[in-house]
């Protein structure tokens, strides 16, 4: 996993991996990025509204023809990949959602308020010592966002990894 | 009907028309083999000293007769020991079906004896597999492990099956093979596109590999080398599509090939790769392959395209369909100075100019080879283990088909030679098996001497023993400083006297004209012969190009 704190947004490629949603899928997928040696920098996977399929996200830094080629040709040779397609970056919403736990009290709460105020962040549990943020963006708006709260004593930091869908009514077919 | 799980296994088989499987039985397995000895006259289990023979054994069947090779082990170490079987297979798109028995779906998970998680263990060496744990699952499964492993490009496919599942009962309805795909066809415009290409080219040369094997394209190449005067050079994967007596046959390419080949391949304006993946003992230095030339790529495999070196032109085809469609486009064409030149290379550089009187004390690798090809006869199927021996095979052997020289190409596995060729002779009775082995490779598996041994295949393994791990050794002198770590075994092992304790006939011969008397000697055995061949340990595999190097670097002696 690569940190991205100053991540390019164009050195950067989401791949869509549509599968069966089957016992060992996300095994298969990540053997297999693992034997190729393919660096990638995220990957999600989900349900679909789709009964039995399972939608996987992956984030490739760098933009090699080569290697986002090998990596859609060679996922699509597994047996439970059904569809395996480069996102188009122009046309496409991608999304990260960030859960960040931070050291605070009577001190700083007003400060780190304001913070998640700015960056429309939302302060999802609060005791004492303690507040727990949720933040919902691009990667390197969760990136910048982190750079602000830096400062502060972070406790436990979880970032999903991107996610992206297509704008448009065209349907996932395959 | 209602069938148990192990029944049901074996008439999914016959709907296959399997009729011949290698294995080895165990605890997890007991289901499976009950089945298996109610259906003896349909299906013919062979039992193997190990494991890795049976897997092995599967692969060299189905090498040899494009059937899908079917092979049985049991949980836990079983199933371990195919794994380097289901590798070579792998990496040289054979058509297996791995079927291991696994613990009682009950104690999966919970380290029992002999559980090992083998679908995890072989994800990266099949193309898929499957975890069936009950019975009515498995008909589908094994319908589809056989209709996987036959698609596009072929390979292994591994289904593991509980003890429970093999037991229980439920219903099963005989049923005709699940379809495979059709292989990807070039479109028009593709195939004109390419004889374009050729049709201005000066200096074109083919470079074909595993899928004109698989593909049966030596038709259609040697049509297309004739037309168009185009001369062609193949793959280790690949010997035997075009005989070796065609004079546009180039021989071997890559780090061991021939000079014309890599010769011809350098200077090339254009070169047509078929069904071959531009690998590291092929385009040793991968920025400087065929530098002069237009790269064309064919392969049914689209994840081949540009892997290893980039093309200028890809079509994703079956490769035969792609040289029938080509063929009436190419204009005929004569390049005399250009097969004068191939002439030329090849007459330098030929080694059969040395006299028989050479191999008057140590027997010349080349000459045995030379003299095995001169006393088989056109239909025999050769198999090799790996190491130098191998590439002296590949080099010298006459070859004249398709499918008659099986080898570990990909993953290179010393050992796999016995394996492979009692698999080879299983497919064809009637056929002459040759094993051409070292005495390194040999150590690894000879135990399967007992299987041929039991089903009387007359395998004639000929061991060329310089003893010592020859290619390390090789390696170890010519650029290690001659520190030869490990490879000089002080093995004194007497072949002749272990082929007789297996049951076997075993010869040995320090001059080809013991050979030739051994080997005729060998011919006329109804059951497995060795033949023990002292060679000398300072006899090279040449020519070579090192890695990273080209033509230019080619070392000749």
Not at chain 1, 87 to 94: E, V
Not at chain 1, 103 to 108: A, L, R, V
Not at chain 1, 155 to 174: A, F, P, S
Not at chain 2, 98 to 125: C, K
Request: hydrophobic letters at 40%.
């Amino acid at each position: 996993m690569e940190q991205g704190n100053n991540a390019n947004p164009v050195s950067k490629q989401v791949i869509c991996i549509i599968v069966d949603n089957q016992p060992n899928v996300l095994a298969r997928i990540s053997s297999l990025i693992g034997r190729r040696n393919f660096n990638i920098s995220t990957i999600t996977a989900s349900e679909t509204n789709l009964p039995g399929i399972t939608r996987i996200t992956v984030v490739v830094s760098g933009d090699d023809e080569n290697v986002l080629h090998q990596i859609i040709a060679q996922t699509e040779k597994l047996e439970v990949v059904k569809k395996a397609y480069l996102l188009d970056m122009s046309n496409t919403l991608y999304r990260e959602l960030l859960l960040v736990k931070i050291k605070s009290d009577e001190t700083n709460r007003a400060a780190l308020m304001e913070i998640v105020e700015i960056y429309r962040a939302k302060i999802i549990d609060l005791s004492k010592s303690s507040m727990i943020i949720e933040l919902t963006g691009l990667p390197e708006k969760i990136d910048a966002f982190m750079d602000m709260v830096d400062c502060f004593s972070i406790v436990e930091v979880c970032r999903t990894g991107v996610t992206g869908i297509e704008r448009g009514k065209e349907e996932l077919k395959w | 009907m209602k069938l148990n799980g192990g029944n049901i296994v074996c008439e999914v088989l016959l709907e296959h028309g399997v009729d011949t499987v290698f294995g080895y039985p165990g605890g997890a397995a007991l289901n499976l083999y009950d089945a298996l000895y109610g259906y003896q006259g349909k299906i013919r289990h062979v039992l193997t000293a190990h494991e890795q023979g049976a897997s092995h054994a599967a692969d060299g069947y189905a090498r040899a007769s494009g059937k899908t090779g079917v092979v049985f082990a049991t949980s836990g170490p079983g199933a371990t020991n195919l794994v380097t079987g289901i590798a070579a297979a792998f990496m040289d798109s054979v058509p297996m079906v791995a079927i291991t028995s696994n613990v009682a779906s009950s104690l999966i998970g919970r380290d029992a004896f002999q559980e090992i998680y083998i679908t995890g263990v072989t994800l990266p060496i099949t193309k898929h597999n499957f975890f069936v744990n009950r019975a009515d699952g498995l008909a589908h499964a094994l319908r589809e492990s056989f209709r996987i492993a036959n698609t596009g490009r072929k390979g292994p496919v591994l289904i593991d099956i509980t003890k429970n599942a093999t037991a229980e009962s439920c219903e099963f309805e005989p049923m005709a093979p699940y379809t495979v795909a059709e292989l990807p066809k070039a479109a028009d415009w593709e195939v004109q596109e390419v004889a374009d290409l050729i049709n201005k080219s000066e200096r074109p040369a083919i470079y074909f590999g595993g899928g004109a094997t698989a593909s049966g394209a030596g038709g259609g190449l040697v049509a297309l080398a004739e037309k168009a005067d185009i001369p062609a050079a193949h793959t280790i994967m690949a010997a035997g599509v075009i005989g070796s007596e065609n004079k546009r046959n180039l021989g071997l390419i890559g780090m061991h090939g021939t000079v014309a080949a890599n010769m011809a391949i350098d200077n090339a304006d254009l070169v047509i790769a078929l069904g071959t993946r531009f690998s590291d003992r092929v385009a040793l230095n991968m920025e400087k392959f065929a530098k002069r030339a237009k790269l064309v790529q064919v392969d049914i495999d689209r994840s081949e395209i540009n892997k290893n070196v980039s093309v200028d032109v890809s079509v994703i085809s079956d490769v035969k369909y792609f040289l029938e469609k080509l063929l009436p486009l190419v204009e005929e064409r004569r390049r005399p100075e250009r097969l004068a030149a191939i002439d030329s290379w090849k007459e330098k550089y030929r080694v059969e100019k040395d006299a028989d009187s050479d191999s008057a004390g140590v027997i010349k690798p080349h000459q045995l080879i030379g003299r095995i090809c001169d006393m088989t006869d056109k239909e025999t199927i050769y198999v090799t283990d790996v190491g130098q021996h191998q590439m002296w095979a590949a080099q010298y052997i006459k070859h004249k088909n398709t499918n008659s020289f099986l080898t570990s190409a990909g993953l290179g596995a010393m050992g796999y030679g016995y394996g492979a060729s009692i698999g080879a002779q299983m497919a064809f009775p009637g056929k002459r098996v040759v094993h051409i082995t070292g005495d390194g490779s040999f150590h690894m598996n000879m135990s399967e001497a007992c299987t041929a041994v039991s089903n009387r295949l007359p395998i004639i393994s000929v061991i060329f023993n310089n003893r010592v791990l020859g290619m390390v050794y090789q390696w170890q002198n010519a650029f290690y400083g001659g520190r030869l770590s490990a490879t000089v075994p002080e093995r004194v092992t007497d072949f002749a006297k272990i082929a007789e304790g297996f049951g076997a006939r075993g010869f040995r011969a320090n001059t080809l004209g013991e050979f030739e008397s051994a080997f005729a000697a060998a011919l006329k055995e109804n059951g497995p012969s060795w033949i023990e061949c002292s060679i000398d340990r300072e006899e090279k595999v040449l020519p070579m190009i090192p890695n990273g190097a080209t033509v230019e670097d080619i070392i000749l002696e």
